[in-house]
């Protein structure tokens, strides 16, 4: 797909220069119409070219962005085989094309499918650049976000090690690359839990830019943003408000008040005040962000549905059931259409669904939805999907137990003992609760002998807490 100096392209050049344009500004149906424009003005350039190759390209990115996932797969495909024909299929433009393919597959949750084309993006890097080049950086940072999608966070980290590694070597440590790489580090700490190690990176970050950039550079949003979502988790609200704040105010000033990312920190900061329990502080800005992100996205993309599952949760914390069931089906229904039924995202619908008739005493359609739970839970991928099926099996134990049905109540309680003995310490005060709570049904189920057995160990369990029987721990 060589240039032939024959070609004039200048009319392809303006239509792809507009479409970006014109996406930029959020004229969404306008730039549809110019990517597409272009694409049948490259096609007077022959049947193989790499005008286009980028036609078919910008076009998938832009469906992608938009949540129209089925419409991009063809068109990536069809770009991927143009240059792999042309060009070879270890060529720099190839990769670059499967990191793409990758990424599309990666937006819809199909982690399977974009981990090997991230890694074959990643080999072809390796053998034409060398693996110390920066285009082998970004794509080992691809294949940790595949792996942090996945909840592998420990796999992800050595290679955002390495990326960081590559940058540092390249550039001086206030480079704005070098700086990304520890961000995306940062969140990998916090997402193993290593708050003691993302703190400090972050505001390593945010100082290094304040003092390269200003106070209110356009660069400093996402950083404030991710350091307040990690002080967030650690419950530093206080200290977390002022930064997420700043976040705000910066995109609104620098991209416009309907931009995506402020739909982002809007919802951040909810969850923020819904965390503190400031209810009413949370609501309007929970509205603003589904606003902006209706307007914006596909009514199935993923983004709009986490909006709506916070603005759920924001109802049932207040107890307005009747507002929040809707929302809660609403996001599960995208999920379940992206992911398939049986999707960590799927059975957690379903299991705050259930919660929330439970909490309504409507306890007949709570059962089935917990049943329905612990069977899209049935292969979690994540230690997180683990605890949420303990939680659900927990629930739809003590339902049994409610309707006097001690039995299955039982059956569901030696399960539960059973993975949490895997995935939960084994002298954790929840394992002494699970213990308890079954050591309770084999009595009334007449097998006292097993119940004293797991009495004891709880016994055991909570001399080493310091806790009494009956102080119950949540999953």
Same mark, same amino acid.
Request: glycine share 6%.
């Given at each position: 797909?060589?240039?032939n ?6 009319a392809w050049e303006?239509? $792809?220069?507009?479409g970006n344009?014109?996406?930029k500004?959020g ?19 022959g049947?193989v070219n790499?005008?286009?190759a980028? @036609?078919?390209?910008n076009l ?8 129209r996932?089925?419409?991009?797969e ?6 991927l ?5 042309a060009?070879g299929?270890?060529?720099?433009e190839?990769?670059?094309?499967l =990191?793409?393919?990758?990424g599309?597959?990666? &937006? ?21 650049n060398?693996? +110390?080049h920066? +285009?082998?950086?970004l ?7 595949i792996y942090?999608?996945? !909840?592998?966070?420990a ?7 390495? =990326?960081?590694?590559?940058? #540092?070597?390249a550039?001086?440590p206030?480079?704005?690359t070098?700086?990304? @790489? ?5 969140k ?7 708050y003691?190690q993302?703190?400090p ?10 003092k @390269?950039?200003? %106070? ?5 949003? $996402?950083?404030?943003n991710q350091? !307040?979502?990690a002080?967030? %988790?650690?419950?530093?609200f206080d200290e ?6 700043r ?11 309907n931009d995506l990312t402020?739909a982002?920190?809007l ?10 329990s400031?209810?009413w502080?949370a609501?309007?800005?929970?509205r603003?962000c589904i606003g902006?992100?209706?307007?914006a ?6 983004d ?8 759920a ?5 207040q107890?307005?059931? +009747?507002?929040?069931e ?7 229904a995208?999920? =379940? ?10 059975a ?5 669904l259930?919660v929330?008739?439970?909490?309504r #005493?409507?306890?007949s359609q709570a ?5 329905? %739970?612990i069977?899209?839970?049935e292969?979690?991928?994540t230690s997180?999907d683990?605890?949420?099926?303990l939680?659900s099996?927990?629930?739809l134990?003590d ?9 299955? &109540? ?13 995935f939960?310490?084994p002298?954790s ?7 308890? #709570? ?10 006292g ?7 004891q160990?709880a016994? @055991?369990i909570?001399a080493?807490?310091?806790?009494? =029987?009956?102080q119950r &721990?949540?999953f």
């Open positions: 797909m060589s240039e100096p024959e070609i004039d392209v200048s303006k239509l $792809t220069h507009d344009e014109a996406f500004q004229k969404f149906r306008e730039a549809e119409q110019l990517f597409s424009n272009a694409l049948q003005e490259s096609q007077k350039f049947p790499q005008w286009t980028k @036609s078919l390209t998938a990115e832009f469906y992608r962005k938009q949540g996932y089925a419409s991009a063809p068109l990536l495909k069809r770009a085989t143009m240059r792999e024909k060009l299929m270890s060529h720099p190839v990769a670059k094309t =990191s793409n393919m990758a599309l597959y990666l &937006s819809q949750g199909k982690f399977q499918a974009a981990e090997p084309i991230f890694k074959r993006a990643l080999e072809i890097k390796e053998k034409v060398g693996p +110390d920066l +285009d082998v950086a794509s080992l940072e691809n294949l940790a976000h942090q999608s996945m !909840g592998k966070y796999e992800a980290e050595p290679l955002l090690r390495r =990326s960081v590694e590559i940058g #540092g070597k550039y001086p206030d480079h704005a070098v700086l990304d @790489s520890l961000s995306k580090l940062a990998i700490h916090s997402l193993l839990g290593r003691d993302s703190v990176l972050y505001k390593r970050v945010l100082e290094t830019k304040e @390269s950039l200003g %106070a209110k550079h356009a660069n400093l949003a $996402t950083t404030l350091y !307040g979502i002080l967030c %988790a650690i419950g530093q977390a408000e002022p930064l997420l704040r976040a705000l105010q910066i995109r609104e000033q620098t991209k416009g008040p402020v982002e920190t919802l951040n900061l909810a969850r923020l005040y819904i965390g503190r400031e209810f502080e609501e309007p800005l929970l603003r902006i992100r209706e307007s996205l596909d009514q199935h993309h993923l709009l549905a986490e909006a709506i599952d916070v603005f949760k924001l109802q049932f914390e107890a307005h059931y +009747d507002q929040a809707p929302m809660l089906r609403k996001a599960g995208i999920w =379940s259409e992206v992911f398939g039924a049986r999707d960590p995202r799927v957690k619908a379903l299991y705050n259930a929330l008739y439970h909490a #005493g409507d306890y059962e089935p939805l917990y049943q329905k %739970a069977h899209a839970y292969n979690p991928n997180q683990y605890f949420k099926l939680e099996l927990a629930q134990a339902e049994y137990q409610r309707q006097g049905n001690d039995r299955d &109540s039982a059956v569901l309680y030696k399960r539960l003992v059973s993975i949490q003995g895997k939960v310490k002298d005060a929840s394992h002494a609760d699970a213990l308890e #709570g079954y050591a309770e049904l084999l009595r009334v189920t007449k097998r002998d097993d119940a004293v057995f797991m009495e160990q016994r @055991s909570r080493g807490h310091g806790t009494q =029987s009956g &721990s949540r």
